[in-house]
């Protein structure tokens, strides 16, 4: 696990200098493994599913998300931004329609595995 650590570190003024570059160009790009899965629903998330997800299910290699959420339990609109092992939720009102919203960036990554974790994060869909 350290190791992996101290390799991250190596990593970063490289990333950093990648930084703009990324920006500019669509997300959907392959940049030296780096891949991004969007995720987007019309029905609500279960805060508790959402909450099980970052705390069991997300994977590893995923180092910076962020999304707009919509949670069954609350009126508001919610912000959401990881990187790293830290993650925040904002709240803020709903301006538009409601929706579900997200990109997850990181290092090959599962794409399929992580939209359908995300899938079952639908308060609608069924306990498997």
Same mark, same amino acid.
């Given at each position: 696990m350290h190791a992996h650590h101290s390799h !991250?570190?190596? %990593? %970063?003024? %490289?990333?950093?200098?990648h930084h703009s570059h990324e920006h500019s160009h669509d $997300?959907?790009?392959?940049i030296e493994g &780096?891949?991004?899965?969007?995720? !987007?629903?019309?029905?609500?998330?279960?805060?508790?599913?959402?909450?099980? &997800? $970052?705390?069991n299910q997300l994977s590893q290699n995923v180092f910076r998300a962020k999304g707009i959420l919509w949670f069954e339990e609350s !009126?508001?609109?919610? +912000? &959401?931004?990881?990187?790293?092992?830290?993650f925040s939720l904002d709240d803020e009102d709903w301006k538009? !329609?409601?929706?579900?919203? +997200?990109? $997850? +960036?990181?290092?090959?990554l599962n794409h399929q595995v992580i939209k359908d974790q995300l899938d079952f994060c639908r308060s609608t869909s069924l306990d498997k």
């Open positions: !991250e570190h190596s %990593h %970063h003024s %490289h990333e950093h200098s $997300l959907e790009n392959n &780096f891949t991004s899965v969007s995720f !987007e629903c019309l029905e609500p998330f279960s805060l508790r599913r959402f909450q099980n &997800f $970052l705390d !009126e508001r609109k919610h +912000i &959401f931004h990881l990187s790293g092992k830290r538009n !329609e409601k929706s579900n919203r +997200i990109v $997850l +960036i990181g290092k090959n």
